[in-house]
């Protein structure tokens, strides 16, 4: 029996099934670039997948958290006691978050929802 077979059933979103099988450092970095794509479409830096400074600002977010020492227990960013981005990365990613985030309701609210969750939690 593996450790997903004994994970309780509620875990399960609707339509969600394959973030059963996702870490929560997957789900993190797939959120991340569901808010880069919303701030870099909306600002109209591209038509087309990511500007190259939203991609490299992706890029950073998702080494970040390829380094992130609390791993899987990791809370959200914004919660997070160690603030490990570099102060321009984190201006720069602070901006986008701030015009994705209202707007992820609507794009894609079971990610907007969880994220939201994980922040109230602890
Ligand atoms: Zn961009």
Request: charged share 35%; hydrophobic share 30%; glycine share 4%.
């Amino acid at each position: 029996m593996t450790n997903q077979d004994t994970r309780s059933l509620f875990d399960i979103k609707d339509g969600e099934r394959n973030d059963y099988q996702m870490t929560r450092i997957d789900q993190e970095k797939r959120t991340v670039r569901q808010m880069m794509e919303i701030y870099c479409h909306g600002k109209k830096h591209t038509d087309k997948g990511l500007c190259e400074e939203c991609s490299a600002l992706l890029d950073y977010a998702c080494q970040r958290l390829d380094h992130c020492k609390f791993g899987e227990h990791k809370p959200t960013c914004k919660k997070c006691p160690i603030h490990c981005y570099k102060p321009e990365m984190k201006g720069k990613i602070r901006e986008a978050m701030r015009y994705a985030g209202p707007r992820m309701i609507w794009y894609h609210p079971v990610a907007a929802i969880r994220h939201l969750l994980r922040e109230i939690a602890k």
